[in-house]
């Protein structure tokens, strides 16, 4: 079928033994809601659920009104494997990332491995005000140290002439 120029395939079964959707469309841009693969390819999606085999596969993004979210996402029996990533107006960015090492039918052998970053204006403005702070506060340290060291020798001069004076 075709939307908007673009083109676009669904296909959906169910059976006795369980459901299976396919589906993908071409990049789409509609202004202010864009849609398109994680990798800038066709959008698509896999799911089966059946007796015989249980997979999701899932890689797509869509941006509306400055709300960035990306899923590339390839889930079944054998393994575990997806990035998601988030993003709005270019303030903030999180990304989660996971991945499976081993049998996921013997757990004893299965590993998980998950990763997740944020970032945002915010945590930068708040780290440069810190490292700011603390800057101007270890100048302040240096500078009180270094006025009383000065202090201390005019004592000390101060001292040396009163008992040079005294005997």
Known sequence: ???????????????????VAKGEIDNLDLGI???????DDKA????????????IYIDGAFEFLGLNTAVNADISKEKIQFVFKQ???NSVDFTITGNSVGSLDDLDSLDFYLYAEANNEMSEIIRNKV???????????????????KEIRCGERSIRSFISACY
């Open 131 to 149: 490292t700011d702070k603390f800057t101007a506060a270890v100048k302040n340290v240096d500078i009180s140290i270094e006025r009383s060291a």
């Open 87 to 89: 993003k709005f107006l």
């Open 33 to 39: 809601l864009k849609i398109k693969g994680y990798n």
């Open 44 to 55: 698509s999606f896999d799911l089966e659920l059946t007796e015989d085999k249980q997979l």
């Open 1 to 19: 079928m075709t939307i908007f120029e673009k083109n676009a395939a669904l296909y959906a079964k169910f059976t006795d033994s369980g459901f």
